[in-house]
């Protein structure tokens, strides 16, 4: 019933033996985050840098590791504000 998070979703009782149908979901696309982590000193990318991205209430959070070319992404986020931080 378009609940946004788990505490809010419907909850479904089921007895042993028994089914539940129509019980049916839609989830959005998601929004995404991505960028390169590169030394200040001398631009070389760097790698195995964790990223990570969390909503100001810090509900939500998820993090990834730069690949060796300093790249990152972090798919399925909801839309909304992030704060993004760096550890080596």
Do not use: W
Request: glycine fraction near 14%; avoid cysteine.
């Amino acid at each position: 019933n378009d609940a946004a998070d788990r505490e809010s979703a419907q909850r479904v009782a089921l007895t042993e033996g028994e089914g539940v149908d129509g019980i049916d979901a839609a989830l959005d696309l998601g929004g995404s985050i991505s960028g390169r982590v590169m030394r200040q000193s001398d631009g070389e990318p760097l790698e195995s840098v964790t990223v990570r991205a969390s909503t100001p209430d810090g509900s939500s959070t998820a993090s990834v590791a730069t690949d060796s070319d300093g790249a990152y992404r972090i798919p399925g986020l909801r839309g909304g504000d992030y704060i993004v931080s760096f550890t080596p």
